[in-house]
């Protein structure tokens, strides 16, 4: 029966099989709700980095081989983890665990209620046998959408609007506005310290669009002759972007550093910041970049203008065109009160708006009203501000 009085009892469930935004979005949460007296207890993919950071911190991780988006075996187990330790919603934070979530509940009768938290900017509804509309269509009690757009794709794919609940991605302001710089970085990657460096951090993968990001560089240099170019980050696309860089002349000008842990340094060793993706639901990364005060050029995808607003916190420029991009960077290194301006902002808004307070704050509040079960069209839900 609802009752605005019932404790929420969560498992979070994160099929993450590498250390990726959506996974410290995920810890930044559980920590949130921990210091807030709820329990932290999470279902992890077996083995993985997320699973490791979380008991670090104190998360009661429960390590599962999630292996498909169908696993029946780890949805069973899911099921027996919710009957086992009283939980009453189940929240997932990927795609994969969100159908076995699903399963979990309505198939399996765990008996408890299902918030889905949305991070990609693909359209819903793909997956095998059918599982990727059905899970949308059917036995989610409330979706957590990182962005007002993210929200919009939900909308337009038939998911009513009062049960998506904006609930933007955000950061750990201080970690960033109190790292102190590293002076031997660019020693260690062999970066010239008279070098203009342009940064990127992201996997490795189609959507983060790096080939352009390297286009955009190539035609830049003719304005920024000491450019550089630090790529953070793995990925299945490592060896096509270095083949990129040789094609396009520049391989003595990129760095790609692979996985980093120092990534509040690293960023502090930018002299901007150039987002390439043409695809992202908020870009959880531009918090950081904007903690740390470096100016930030970034492709229009999806929710990156609420992260960062064009002409207020960046330079937004159109997907796939390496010529703005190439543009945005010049005027950041060649405009620097307009660099600056920009930067002061962006740091600025992220302090107010992307704390891990607000997070938690939010999401908990979405819990309440689903345990309150005032989810409905009576019940309408504001954008995120």
Same mark, same amino acid.
């Given at each position: 029966?609802?009752?605005?009085?019932?404790?929420?009892?969560?498992?979070?469930?994160?099929?993450?099989?590498?250390?990726?935004?959506?996974?410290?979005?995920?810890?930044?949460?559980?920590?949130?709700?921990?210091?807030?007296?709820?329990?932290?207890?999470?279902?992890?993919?077996?083995?993985?980095?997320?699973?490791?950071?979380?008991?670090?911190?104190?998360?009661?991780?429960?390590?599962?081989?999630?292996?498909?988006?169908?696993?029946?075996?780890?949805?069973?187990?899911?099921?027996?983890?919710?009957?086992?330790?009283?939980?009453?919603?189940?929240?997932?934070?990927?795609?994969?665990?969100?159908?076995?979530?699903?399963?979990?509940?309505?198939?399996?009768?765990?008996?408890?209620?299902?918030?889905?938290?949305?991070?990609?900017?693909?359209?819903?509804?793909?997956?095998?046998?059918?599982?990727?509309?059905?899970?949308?269509?059917?036995?989610?009690?409330?979706?957590?959408?990182?962005?007002?757009?993210?929200?919009?794709?939900?909308?337009?794919?038939?998911?009513?609007?009062?049960?998506?609940?904006?609930?933007?991605?955000?950061?750990?302001?201080?970690?960033?506005?109190?790292?102190?710089?590293?002076?031997?970085?660019?020693?260690?990657?062999?970066?010239?310290?008279?070098?203009?460096?342009?940064?990127?951090?992201?996997?490795?993968?189609?959507?983060?669009?790096?080939?352009?990001?390297?286009?955009?560089?190539?035609?830049?240099?003719?304005?920024?002759?000491?450019?550089?170019?630090?790529?953070?980050?793995?990925?299945?696309?490592?060896?096509?972007?270095?083949?990129?860089?040789?094609?396009?002349?520049?391989?003595?000008?990129?760095?790609?550093?692979?996985?980093?842990?120092?990534?509040?340094?690293?960023?502090?060793?930018?002299?901007?910041?150039?987002?390439?993706?043409?695809?992202?639901?908020?870009?959880?990364?531009?918090?950081?970049?904007?903690?740390?005060?470096?100016?930030?050029?970034?492709?229009?995808? /999806?929710?990156?203008?609420? =992260? &960062?607003?064009?002409?207020?916190? @960046?330079?937004? +420029?159109?997907? #796939?065109? !390496?010529? %703005?991009?190439?543009?945005?960077?010049?005027?950041?290194?060649?405009?620097?009160?307009?660099?600056?301006?920009?930067?002061?902002?962006?740091?600025?808004?992220?302090?107010?708006?992307?704390?891990?307070?607000?997070? /938690?704050?939010?999401?908990? =509040? &979405?819990?309440?009203?689903?345990? @309150?079960?005032? +989810?409905?069209? #009576?019940? !309408?839900? %504001?954008?995120?501000?």
């Amino acid at each position: 029966m609802a009752d605005a009085d019932i404790r929420p009892e969560v498992l979070h469930v994160n099929t993450g099989k590498t250390w990726r935004g959506g996974e410290q979005q995920t810890l930044y949460l559980l920590r949130g709700l921990a210091e807030r007296g709820l329990r932290a207890e999470a279902a992890f993919q077996a083995g993985s980095p997320a699973a490791q950071r979380a008991r670090e911190v104190g998360v009661r991780v429960h390590e599962l081989p999630m292996r498909t988006e169908a696993d029946l075996p780890a949805a069973i187990e899911i099921a027996r983890l919710v009957r086992r330790l009283g939980i009453n919603i189940l929240h997932s934070h990927t795609a994969h665990a969100h159908t076995l979530a699903s399963l979990a509940k309505n198939v399996l009768s765990a008996g408890c209620r299902l918030v889905v938290h949305r991070r990609n900017e693909y359209r819903p509804g793909r997956g095998p046998l059918g599982l990727g509309k059905l899970k949308y269509r059917h036995g989610v009690d409330a979706y957590i959408a990182i962005s007002n757009r993210n929200k919009q794709i939900l909308v337009d794919y038939g998911i009513k609007p009062w049960r998506i609940f904006p609930v933007r991605s955000v950061t750990d302001p201080q970690r960033f506005i109190n790292a102190a710089p590293n002076p031997g970085l660019r020693r260690e990657l062999g970066i010239p310290e008279d070098a203009y460096v342009a940064g990127n951090i992201g996997y490795l993968v189609t959507q983060k669009d790096h080939v352009n990001l390297l286009e955009a560089a190539r035609i830049a240099l003719a304005e920024i002759p000491d450019l550089w170019i630090i790529i953070v980050g793995s990925g299945p696309l490592r060896d096509r972007v270095l083949r990129k860089a040789e094609e396009l002349g520049l391989s003595g000008r990129v760095v790609l550093t692979g996985f980093r842990d120092d990534i509040p340094q690293l960023i502090r060793m930018f002299d901007l910041f150039a987002l390439s993706s043409v695809a992202e639901g908020l870009c959880s990364v531009l918090l950081e970049v904007s903690a740390c005060e470096c100016p930030i050029v970034a492709t229009d995808a /999806a929710g990156v203008r609420e =992260a &960062v607003p064009d002409g207020e916190a @960046a330079i937004i +420029v159109p997907t #796939r065109d !390496p010529a %703005a991009l190439a543009e945005g960077m010049v005027r950041l290194a060649t405009e620097p009160e307009t660099a600056r301006r920009l930067a002061a902002a962006a740091r600025k808004r992220v302090a107010r708006y992307f704390t891990v307070d607000a997070l /938690a704050e939010q999401t908990l =509040a &979405v819990y309440r009203r689903v345990l @309150a079960g005032e +989810v409905g069209p #009576r019940y !309408p839900v %504001a954008p995120a501000p």
